[in-house]
């Protein structure tokens, strides 16, 4: 089973950015499709961005598109969300999570992070 530990999160102003690190440990991130959520207050988990196995193909929610960016280290065994251009109803916790079959895009997000707090003020 893999560990995921989140950081980089903090309070910004509107504009602003911040890169979020998700490191594992247990296993390597290395041929599993990984991905980012949040959920802000009141509100269910959505999707934010997610990163093929071999990081070749990326999809983002419409929400996020060209200010959000996903990328991976393998080596490093890290996943990054780098966020741009931030607005305040970006504040929310946000979640790194790993798909829980190798060589699979499709298989669901079987391991989580605890999350980690991104607040924008206006």
């Known amino acids: 089973q893999v560990q995921l530990v989140e950081s980089g999160g903090g309070l910004v102003q509107a504009g602003d950015s911040l890169r979020l690190s998700c490191a594992a440990s247990?296993?390597?991130?290395?041929?599993?499709?990984v991905g980012w959520f949040r959920q802000a207050p009141g509100k269910e988990r959505e999707f934010v961005a997610a990163?093929?196995?071999?990081?070749?193909?990326?999809a983002y929610a419409e929400s996020v598109k060209g200010r959000f960016t996903i990328s991976r280290d393998n080596v490093k065994n890290t996943v990054f969300l780098q966020m741009n251009s931030l607005k305040p109803e970006d504040t929310a916790v946000y979640y790194c999570?790993?798909?829980?079959?190798?060589?699979?895009?499709?298989?669901?997000?079987?391991?989580w992070g605890q999350g980690t707090q991104v607040t924008v003020s206006s």
């Open positions: 999570a790993v798909r829980s079959i190798r060589f699979n895009n499709n298989a669901d997000f079987g391991s």
């Open positions: 247990g296993r390597t991130f290395g041929g599993y499709a």
């Open positions: 990163l093929s196995w071999n990081g070749g193909a990326s």
